[in-house]
């Protein structure tokens, strides 16, 4: 079943969700995102599993209705590797949309390990312990975080 799970961090909502398409039907799940209100979507699957599922329109799609859309591709069960220049460039626009009281959607193809895992470190990024903000999230979406390498990532030290 398709849910967006959500926490507020600073003065934004953060949310993890899965692929829209992946539970129910791709319309039905747009429409919960839609009707969510993200200002920015953070998506973690690669574009080959967007092409499997048979959404690839989705980034078009949110698009269409002036919501931001970002992708940062992480194969599933990692995490990101070497230079992290599209992750700071993802962080700083997450980050300034919190700041307003605005809502970022973070998901992947289970709406766990990946999304968890950015979910994680904007929390991080934030200001919030790791082990605390694990917690937190795992109170609202307990398959968050999956693999070491996942929470290692999000726990890395910022410059």
Not at 3 to 15: F, T, Y
Not at 25 to 46: E, F
């Amino acid at each position: 079943m398709f849910s967006i799970s959500e926490l507020l961090v600073g003065s934004g909502h953060i949310g993890i969700c899965p692929l829209p398409g992946r539970f129910s039907t791709y319309q039905a799940d747009l429409k919960a995102i839609l009707d969510w209100k993200p200002n920015l979507v953070i998506t973690l699957t690669t574009l080959g599993e967007l092409e499997r599922a048979g959404v690839l329109q989705f980034p078009e799609d949110l698009r269409n209705q002036k919501i931001n859309w970002a992708h940062f591709p992480v194969e599933d069960y990692g995490a990101p590797a070497g230079e992290l220049q599209d992750w700071t460039e993802i962080s700083n626009q997450a980050h300034a949309i919190l700041e307003v009281g605005g809502r970022v959607l973070t998901h992947c193809y289970g709406g766990c390990g990946r999304s968890g895992m950015a979910f994680l470190r904007l929390m991080r990024e934030a200001g919030e312990p790791v082990e605390w903000a694990l917690e937190r999230l795992r109170e609202v979406r307990p398959c968050a975080v999956e693999t070491s390498a996942q929470k290692a990532w999000a726990a890395g030290s910022f410059d």
